[in-house]
């Protein structure tokens, strides 16, 4: 027999074009605008310079914002649910799996709002869609989240967002139809319910859980074949295997139907506050636009 080891089907490392060596040509002319860039610190197959990149993704942010909170955020909502109705018919060892997924779609819908906000926050720094599209949910960026937003009224968080608030709209209360004001006051405590719903992440081994989740999909629903654990007879369990530590994880967690439509609960609050807040901002943003034309055009 060979002694020789197996290939490895698979990389050890993730691919990093990036990072891939030195690049033979490091300077390279913008599709969009000719103008040269710096290929070093980028994949070497980049066609755009970031500027034009940049602009790009601006172009596309209210077509995307739309599509999210018309699509995006409601599938958290959807799965969920669906996952929620077949849970009745399931045997008890498929409830704690379905259980799982469902605070996996919690714990999705949370990154989401919270990107979002912190995406429209830095609007005026960096397109919408790199913030969005990069925000990863980890003890940091909760942490950075609930320094933001704990403790803050609905005018409070507006304020952080430079979009106007309640106390804003009410004192134009006399110049807008009705029908506005009461969507925009509707929206305003959406917004702080999902953003209220969306701190209790933090809480009990959530992070801990969206954390293993990243790098293990092995649920268990014992522990007595591992040494020195236990888990209650109402508990899935994740398995994750560090590697650099050497150490092996778990992440326990009970599944009560009653605990599972707190979830699904806030799993609605926190989507409703994602569609909100995105018609919030694009409404803000139109009426604005239509009020200060651009210099030049009046
Ligand atoms: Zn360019």
């Not at 009990?204 to 654990?229: C, F, I, N, Y």
Request: hydrophobic share 40%.
């Amino acid at each position: 027999m060979s002694t020789r080891r197996p290939t490895e089907p698979y990389p050890r490392q993730p691919y990093r074009a990036d990072s891939d060596g030195r690049h033979d040509i490091a300077i390279a002319n913008c599709e969009e605008c000719g103008d040269e860039f710096d290929l070093t610190a980028s994949d070497p197959r980049t066609q755009v310079c970031a500027p034009c990149w940049d602009r790009s993704l601006d172009a596309i942010e209210t077509a995307f914002l739309d599509n999210y909170a018309k699509f995006g955020a409601k599938a958290h909502r959807t799965v969920a649910e669906a996952l929620f109705r077949s849970q009745a018919l399931a045997d008890p060892d498929d409830r704690k799996v379905i259980g799982m997924r469902i605070v996996e779609e919690y714990l999705n819908a949370a990154q989401d709002l919270m990107a979002l906000y912190v995406a429209l926050r830095r609007r005026h720094e960096q397109p919408l869609l790199t913030t969005f599209t990069n925000f990863e949910l980890n003890a940091p960026s909760v942490a950075a989240f609930r320094i933001l937003t704990s403790g803050r009224s609905a005018d409070d968080l507006l304020r952080d967002l430079q979009l106007p608030t309640l106390a804003d709209v009410d004192a134009a209360r006399g110049e807008i139809p009705r029908k506005d004001w009461r969507q925009f006051a509707g929206a305003v405590l959406t917004i702080s319910n999902g953003i209220e719903r969306v701190q209790k992440v933090d809480q009990g081994v959530l992070l801990e859980l969206a954390d293993g989740l990243k790098q293990s999909s092995a649920l268990t629903h014992k522990m007595d074949w591992l040494p020195d654990r236990a888990m209650n007879p109402d508990q899935v369990a994740l398995v994750v295997l560090n590697q650099r530590r050497r150490v092996l994880l778990t992440h326990a967690l009970a599944i009560h139907e009653p605990q599972l439509e707190v979830f699904i609960d806030a799993i609605d609050k926190i989507t409703g506050a994602a569609r909100d807040l995105i018609w919030l901002y694009l409404h803000v943003r139109d009426t604005i636009a239509l009020d200060d034309p651009q210099p030049g055009t009046t």
